[in-house]
């Protein structure tokens, strides 16, 4: 796998950073259980969630019963111990996507997927090896991407408030407050410690910007697509109907530093490619559950090419994946992320919420990408002074200035001219059909 870092596109990561553990896939359901007013009832709810759902019916070795009864035989004087039994009870599943929410980090997670909130403009996840607060991306045109907060960037305190050791919503509360009101984040960048001030905003996310660029191969329809929220799939639809509507030659989708979302969006959004295949099928402890398939609803036909990169994750996958398998499509960039888990979320008698790895996802050819990642039937890489050109000059984005850009158009221009492209043996992947030519 690559090590580059994920390039900044300003990822919609939502202000806060919403943890890229939302993933793809985030389905919202009231749990079953009864909840008494008891600090131990929401205890119990919790385990029987897991107990019914959970993706690994080993538990991570855990024997699940045991584990309930040596919960419940202590007593909670309090919601916050309670809370607290919890976090230690899902602990035990070496699971950082299954996670408990207290009620103002699920509404935050609501809000997350919403389109609107209030923050800075960033999204944060813990990294699995090290435990520090990462910036995932972002969010172009907020305070923190005018602030100069960049992929891969390290959050070592927020208002002088250490974040070593502290829970991911709990660092989203702090970062997040009142528009108007200034946080500053202690950023570790490489081998420097930097401080960034920033005033927090409302943040609109729009999740599709369109365009066309003119090229020596013609008109280009690109497309960066920078979150799967619940407007991405109407906003995708207009924009490539517009982009129809003006004949374009071909088109590129940027994917890059899209952390994910809402796995629905990322199958509707695949449809409006594929006339026909394999979109993704999810497993479970006991099998595959579920499949999707493309209904020869194609708005277009035209060649594409997919810009993926290390910040290019979830629900990202999901839709490069079944374009690659497919051979619908060609994928440029870096190694994407590498999270194939599928959680439902789950609202709990006290409001409060609870995360639940229920599958894992598949590509059409059966590939598990989890930990793994998509590789790029070409890779790209981008150097540090690629991204900060790149960042210093968002106007640059998408152009020929834009090194995994360029590429996309060199190899459009091959498929127009011969109707297919060659994907040299070394980066492709194993796993996948060679590419017959594309109609066009």
Do not use: C
Request: proline share 4%.
């Amino acid at each position: 796998m690559s090590n580059s870092k994920p390039f900044v596109l300003g990822a919609t990561a939502l202000v806060l950073t919403t943890v890229a553990v939302t993933g793809a896939g985030l389905h919202y359901s009231k749990s079953q259980a009864y909840l008494k007013d008891s600090p131990k009832e929401i205890v119990d709810e919790v385990w029987y969630v897991i107990n019914k759902e959970y993706v690994d019916a080993t538990f991570n070795q855990n024997d699940w019963r045991q584990v309930r009864q040596e919960f419940l035989s202590k007593d909670y004087a309090n919601t916050d111990e309670a809370y607290d039994a919890i976090r230690e009870m899902l602990d035990l599943l070496g699971d950082p996507y299954t996670r408990f929410m207290p009620p103002q980090d699920f509404e935050n997670l609501q809000v997350d997927t919403s389109g609107e909130l209030t923050g800075v403009g960033i999204q944060i996840a813990k990294d699995k090896d090290t435990e520090e607060v990462v910036v995932i991306a972002p969010i172009e045109e907020t305070p923190a991407f005018e602030a100069g907060i960049m992929a891969q960037d390290v959050i070592v305190a927020v208002d002088e408030q250490p974040t070593e050791g502290m829970e991911l919503n709990d660092v989203v509360n702090l970062i997040r407050g009142q528009r108007g009101t200034e946080v500053t984040l202690t950023i570790r960048r490489d081998e420097r410690v930097l401080e960034f001030p920033i005033v927090r905003e409302v943040i609109q996310i729009h999740p599709v910007k369109a365009r066309i660029n003119e090229s020596p191969i013609g008109d280009v329809g690109y497309i960066r697509l920078t979150q799967f929220s619940a407007q991405a799939t109407a906003e995708m639809r207009e924009a490539i109907a517009d982009l129809e509507s003006q004949n374009v030659d071909g088109y590129v989708l940027d994917l890059r530093s899209n952390p994910g979302g809402l796995l629905y969006a990322s199958i509707d959004i695949a449809q409006m490619w594929l006339d026909g295949g394999g979109i993704v099928s999810t497993v479970n402890r006991v099998g595959e559950v579920d499949r999707q398939e493309a209904s020869d609803r194609a708005l277009t036909d035209k060649p594409l090419i997919v810009l993926v990169d290390g910040g290019s994750a979830s629900a990202s996958e999901i839709l490069s994946g079944a374009l690659q398998d497919n051979q619908r499509a060609v994928l440029v960039g870096t190694q994407t992320f590498g999270k194939g888990l599928v959680q439902s979320v789950r609202r709990l008698g006290d409001d409060s919420g609870v995360a639940v790895t229920v599958a894992k996802y598949l590509t059409p050819s059966g590939r598990d990408i989890n930990k793994e990642g998509i590789a790029p039937d070409f890779i790209v890489e981008l150097d540090e002074a690629d991204q900060e050109t790149l960042q210093e000059d968002r106007t640059k984005i998408g152009t020929m200035a834009d090194p995994q850009y360029a590429k996309a158009i060199q190899l459009l221009d091959e498929q127009l001219r011969t109707g297919t492209i060659v994907i040299p043996e070394k980066q492709a992947s194993t796993e996948r059909p060679s590419r017959p030519a594309q109609d066009s």
